[in-house]
């Protein structure tokens, strides 16, 4: 069993990011300027936040980060993104989720201009990326591919299970294996699945990303799996300083040992959504997508 080291990975792709933006700038270009809305007080989202702020410092980005309170209207909201998607100074932005539950996601995605969407959940970069055009992909998604990428993981004809159909994680990453230069048979399992642990047992590679802690047990993997785990839930623990330690999807010390590849929670996708995320920054400073 080799452990997916998805912290070794983001450093080797944060430096090759660092060096784009120094050949940029010094070709007399501004920064890439990143800006984050983060709306409200929960904790998860300023941590998130919070390494983003770090990693653009890393990479050579300006940063920005819009905090708004939690009671604010989805119509101020809306007039924020509006002034973004107008500022020529900002190359690309997000608006952290969750969202507060007065205010309309679906809205505020479709609200940001496709050419600074960074997340890549706008329907025109979701249209793009299951018609394989160029697009900002959503950055779980990208992460998992630049990990297959880096360890080398052989797709080609194999068998893929993507438990979870979620537009961020599960239908997204479907897509891309299935698509050409990938080329995995791919099979979406949901909550409605019958039979779901013979399905997943049938998987090359398996992606849990359904957001319930250690739902996948050993006899659900088949010896010599690939096992890509991003859940990731915050549980009680009387044995860490927080009182709380993070669990995957996966139930890690009974599949590991099953596995050929498996990542571990956290240290696995977790840092690559955020380098997937500074990728898509520098594509929209360049214009590669749209122009």
Same mark, same amino acid.
């Given at each position: 069993?080799?452990l997916?080291?998805g912290?070794?990975? =983001?450093?080797?792709?944060r430096?090759?990011?660092?060096?784009e933006?120094e050949k940029?700038? =010094?070709?007399?270009?501004?920064?890439?300027h990143? &800006? =984050?809305?983060?709306?409200?007080?929960?904790?998860?989202?300023?941590?998130?936040v919070?390494?983003?702020?770090?990693?653009?410092?890393?990479?050579?980005?300006?940063s920005?980060? #819009?905090?708004m309170?939690?009671?604010?209207t989805?119509?101020?909201?809306?007039?924020?993104?509006k *002034?973004l998607?107008e500022?020529?100074?900002?190359?690309?932005?997000i608006?952290?989720?969750p #969202?507060? *539950?007065?205010?309309?996601e679906?809205k &505020?995605?479709?609200?940001?201009?496709?050419?600074?969407?960074?997340?890549?959940?706008?329907?025109?970069?979701?249209?793009?990326?299951?018609?394989?055009?160029?697009s900002?992909?959503?950055?779980?998604p990208?992460?998992?591919?630049? #990990? #297959?990428?880096?360890?080398?993981?052989?797709?080609?004809g194999k068998?893929?299970?993507?438990?979870g159909?979620?537009?961020?994680?599960?239908?997204?990453i479907?897509?891309?294996?299935?698509q050409?230069g990938?080329?995995c048979?791919v099979?979406i399992?949901?909550?409605?699945?019958?039979n779901?642990t013979?399905?997943?047992?049938?998987?090359?590679i398996?992606?849990?990303?359904?957001g319930?802690a250690?739902f996948?047990k =050993?006899d659900?993997?088949?010896k010599g799996? &690939?096992?890509?785990?991003?859940g990731i839930?915050?549980?009680?623990s009387?044995k860490?300083?927080?009182?709380? *330690?993070? @669990?995957?999807?996966v *139930?890690?010390?009974?599949?590991?040992?099953?596995?050929?590849?498996?990542?571990?929670?956290?240290g696995g996708?977790g840092?690559m959504?955020?380098?997937? @995320?500074?990728?898509?920054?520098l594509?929209?400073a360049?214009?590669?997508?749209?122009?």
């Amino acid at each position: 069993m080799q452990l997916i080291d998805g912290k070794e990975v =983001a450093a080797s792709l944060r430096k090759e990011i660092k060096a784009e933006v120094e050949k940029w700038v =010094a070709a007399g270009h501004k920064a890439p300027h990143l &800006v =984050a809305i983060l709306v409200g007080n929960d904790g998860a989202s300023q941590t998130y936040v919070g390494h983003k702020e770090k990693c653009c410092g890393e990479v050579g980005f300006r940063s920005t980060v #819009l905090r708004m309170a939690e009671n604010t209207t989805e119509e101020q909201l809306l007039a924020e993104i509006k *002034k973004l998607n107008e500022n020529p100074d900002v190359d690309g932005f997000i608006v952290q989720l969750p #969202l507060p *539950k007065h205010i309309s996601e679906q809205k &505020v995605i479709e609200a940001i201009d496709p050419h600074k969407d960074v997340d890549g959940f706008h329907p025109v970069n979701t249209g793009r990326m299951i018609s394989g055009l160029p697009s900002y992909l959503p950055a779980t998604p990208d992460g998992i591919l630049e #990990l #297959l990428k880096y360890y080398k993981i052989e797709t080609a004809g194999k068998h893929c299970v993507v438990i979870g159909r979620s537009n961020i994680v599960g239908r997204p990453i479907a897509n891309l294996l299935s698509q050409k230069g990938w080329d995995c048979t791919v099979t979406i399992c949901h909550s409605r699945t019958k039979n779901l642990t013979e399905v997943v047992k049938s998987g090359d590679i398996v992606i849990a990303a359904l957001g319930v802690a250690e739902f996948v047990k =050993a006899d659900m993997i088949k010896k010599g799996a &690939v096992v890509i785990d991003v859940g990731i839930t915050r549980v009680p623990s009387d044995k860490t300083k927080s009182g709380w *330690k993070l @669990l995957g999807d996966v *139930k890690f010390d009974e599949v590991s040992p099953l596995c050929s590849y498996i990542t571990p929670v956290p240290g696995g996708v977790g840092p690559m959504t955020i380098i997937s @995320l500074m990728k898509n920054t520098l594509k929209a400073a360049r214009k590669e997508i749209y122009e």
